[in-house]
């Protein structure tokens, strides 16, 4: 289905998030969409899918005709599906029944021809997807296989993904693009959202580059990564050089910790995390890495083992001993987990700082909010919802949120949904910490950024940990072999 965005305008308040932009999309190609954060990628995706809706003057053109579109019911009749970076299912549901979400019919459908529709559906792109299991089980890439069924099932020609490839393994990603190509030779419409260079280069056939609410160019293969980048930001970006560690004392010392769940057992884990140091945690999705990092933070309890901070036992501990001693985690999901919806930025900023007092200042709060939003560059106001915010605005958000001093700060994908400047500008931040003491251990399926960023590297495969690598000196490569099980010692303990 061809696609054509016409003077497409939007505003929220004083923020001009699109600004008449013209879009022409041919049936059958993965096209690009590339910009920094809060460049109005996300917008301009969630208009042509329904969720939000355009100012007046422009127009949605599909085949060549003008279409209207109010709401993602719209959006599904005209075979237009969006598949949003935090994927809109129910966890505590089953997958047939997250399946049969948006279709049209009566009360009670054939659960028989359905669950057959989905078995042929899963068994074409080779999805390994349970109907019968529930969706809270799944990973972040089975959920993204889930909803690209679904919307294929609902009569989508137009396959919408925004950020898909943050948060799952490289193994998801390599079949997720295997099953783009499929869709775009079948004659379908795939239009890709992303801040990732690589992903765009090694899939899309052309590439539009939006900045500050503008299209400010397109391009086609042979890419540029250099022109990419500066189209983007305006001027040129690099990493820079690696900063190593000033290490002090001992912030965290594991002895011999064993862990388990109910698909999970991990087994006599040894740590030692000094001050100033940043461990990374490398692995496959459900590898262990996150019960890991709960266990760091008195989320999950050890079966085995002891827990100290600072030369103190917590072992079995609350979070909220460990957050009196000094002790922050991010996690990953921040509108389930990191934020509340509904709440202002305020409201965010002042519920995370220690009550001085009976009665909230709210004056004080707003100056707190300015402040905080200028520091992390913020796209938002004090009175902003976080739900307001781009995905990757929630997260500078989270961050924000860091209290001080801090002993250890754990995070679940640190820089999901940021661009390069943004990695960067975030890093420094953090960093930063580690000069005042903090210690700091993060995930990151991103395996550049675990060996740009990391002292010590630790590897988890199927609930085996390596011992500590030294980032400096190891390839992506390298770190690929191990995630992938390969290259192994005989005992799989960790210990440093």
Request: a negative charge; glycine letters at 10%.
């Amino acid at each position: 289905m061809n696609v054509e965005l016409k003077n497409i305008h939007k505003h929220f308040g004083k923020t001009y998030a699109n600004k008449g932009i013209n879009l022409a999309i041919p049936a059958g190609t993965i096209q690009g969409i590339l910009g920094e954060n809060g460049a109005g990628k996300s917008t301009l995706m969630k208009i042509l899918s329904g969720f939000i809706q355009a100012d007046s003057g422009g127009q949605i053109i599909l085949d060549g005709k003008p279409v209207t579109i109010h709401s993602p019911a719209d959006a599904i009749h005209v075979g237009v599906g969006m598949l949003h970076q935090d994927p809109l299912d129910f966890p505590p549901m089953r997958v047939l029944d997250n399946f049969l979400l948006g279709r049209s019919g009566g009360l009670f459908p054939n659960r028989t021809a359905v669950a057959r529709d989905f078995s042929l559906l899963a068994e074409k792109f080779d999805f390994s997807l349970d109907p019968d299991s529930y969706v809270d089980s799944l990973t972040v890439g089975e959920r993204q296989q889930l909803e690209i069924i679904r919307l294929l099932w609902l009569g989508a020609r137009i396959l919408i993904l925004d950020e898909p490839t943050t948060g799952i393994s490289a193994s998801q990603k390599t079949k997720l693009f295997a099953t783009l190509k499929i869709l775009a030779e079948q004659g379908m419409t795939v239009i890709f959202v992303s801040h990732k260079l690589e992903d765009v280069e090694h899939l899309c056939s052309q590439v539009a580059i939006l900045r500050a609410g503008e299209l400010v160019g397109e391009m086609k293969p042979p890419f540029s990564t250099t022109k990419l980048v500066e189209m983007m930001f305006g001027k040129a970006v690099t990493l820079g050089e690696r900063l190593t560690a000033e290490v002090g004392d001992a912030i965290l010392s594991l002895n011999n910790i064993s862990l388990e769940d109910v698909r999970l057992k991990i087994k006599d884990v040894s740590l030692d995390l000094r001050a100033g140091e940043v461990i990374g945690l490398a692995g496959l999705e459900g590898s262990g890495q996150g019960m890991f990092i709960r266990a760091c933070s008195g989320l999950v309890r050890p079966v085995g083992g002891r827990v100290q901070l600072k030369g103190h036992d917590l072992t079995g501990k609350s979070y909220h001993t460990f957050k009196n001693a000094g002790v922050n985690f991010l996690p990953a999901a921040r509108l389930e987990e990191g934020l509340v919806p509904g709440l202002s930025l305020t409201d965010h900023f002042v519920l995370a700082e220690q009550p001085k007092g009976i009665f909230i200042d709210r004056a004080a709060g707003e100056k707190l909010a300015e402040d905080r939003i200028k520091s992390f560059n913020i796209r938002g106001t004090p009175l902003s919802t976080v739900e307001s915010l781009s995905g990757g605005n929630q997260q500078r958000a989270e961050l924000a949120l860091l209290q001080t001093p801090l002993s250890m700060i754990l995070l679940e994908h640190p820089t999901r949904g940021l661009d390069i400047e943004s990695v960067i500008y975030i890093w420094a931040k953090l960093k930063e910490r580690c000069k005042q003491g903090a210690a700091i251990i993060f995930i990151s399926s991103d395996l550049e950024e675990v060996l740009q960023y990391s002292d010590r590297v630790l590897v988890f495969f199927s609930g085996k940990v390596s011992p500590p690598i030294d980032a400096a000196t190891t390839s992506v490569e390298q770190l690929g072999q191990l995630i992938g099980g390969k290259g192994w010692p005989e005992k799989g303990g960790s210990h440093a």
